[in-house]
Nanobody, 117 residues
Framework: QVQLVESGGGLVHPGGSLRLSCAAS????????MGWYRQAPGKQRDLVAA???????NYADSVKGRFTISRDNAKNTVYLQMNSLKPEDTAVYYC???????????WGQGTQVTVSS
């Protein structure tokens, strides 16, 4: 059974930082591309950051220079370090595991991030 369990969300003031974690089980983690997506109320779910099996990363323009994605294959975990948070970063953040060659695409349950004064 595949599980992606996010943690680390919460309420933070503008300019603050949070670190999200996503612990994966039931998959060969090192063979999957991992990503973080977010969805604000009334909006579509958008890619925030992704890291390939080989460690290459890409970011949404809106978070470049503020967010950093990383993975620890020994711990089957992917992280999203979020700095200089803004109110517009408020959303539910979802972890994604993808292996295109075998058409696997898994989602976590989401974790709420709220940036407010």
């Amino acid at each position: 059974q595949v599980q992606l369990v996010e943690s680390g969300g919460g309420l933070v003031h503008p300019g603050g930082s949070l670190r999200l974690s996503c612990a994966a089980s039931g998959i060969a983690f090192s063979l999957y591309a991992m990503g973080w997506y977010r969805q604000a109320p009334g909006k579509q779910r958008d890619l925030v950051a992704a890291v390939t099996e080989g460690g290459s990363t890409n970011y949404a323009d809106s978070v470049k220079g503020r967010f950093t994605i990383s993975r620890d294959n020994a711990k089957n975990t992917v992280y999203l370090q979020m700095n200089s948070l803004k109110p517009e970063d408020t959303a539910v953040y979802y972890c994604n595991a993808k292996r295109v060659t075998i058409r696997h695409n898994y989602w976590g349950q989401g974790t709420q991030v709220t940036v407010s004064s």
